[in-house]
């Protein structure tokens, strides 16, 4: 379940609302096509949340740390680096 999996449902209803010009008795290829855009809009939106609960879960785990096995001890740990290169002439 991915992003492109919804854009692609977007441009395929897309493509079978506007494009196509195709009947069939008792069959509107329009109203497919407005369905699979709902769909795949659906399925991007839901890809997306996902997605932001998956990076929000790794920078909170990477952020804290638990000391001494208690859960509520919690500490934050920053890195600094410093370069001593030389200046570039």
Excluded: C, H, K
């Amino acid at each position: 379940m991915t992003i492109a999996g919804g854009i692609i449902l977007i441009m395929l209803g897309a493509i079978l609302t506007w494009a196509v010009e195709f009947d069939i008795a008792g069959f509107d290829i329009n109203v497919v096509g407005v369905i699979l855009m709902i769909g795949g809009l659906a399925w991007l939106l839901f890809a997306v949340y996902r997605l932001s609960l998956a990076r929000r879960a790794v920078a909170d785990s990477a952020a804290t740390a638990v000391i001494d096995d208690d859960p509520v001890v919690q500490r934050r740990v920053y890195e600094e680096r410093r370069y001593n290169d030389p200046p570039v002439v």
